[in-house]
């Protein structure tokens, strides 16, 4: 049985967009920069092709 590969290039900008969220945050809100993280996490994964 063949898996398709899915284009990851959304994902990796998603991920990309993220991380700039989170300095963003950190740099207005400081600790509230984890809540970013998830997002963090989740788009890597999937631009990595994990999840």
Do not use: H, I
């Amino acid at each position: 049985m063949e898996q398709k590969k899915r284009p990851t290039v959304l994902y990796w900008l998603l991920f990309f967009a993220s991380v700039a969220a989170f300095f963003g945050v950190y740099k207005v809100g400081g600790g509230y920069c984890s809540m970013v993280l998830p997002f963090n996490v989740t788009f890597f994964a999937m631009a990595m092709d994990l999840m």
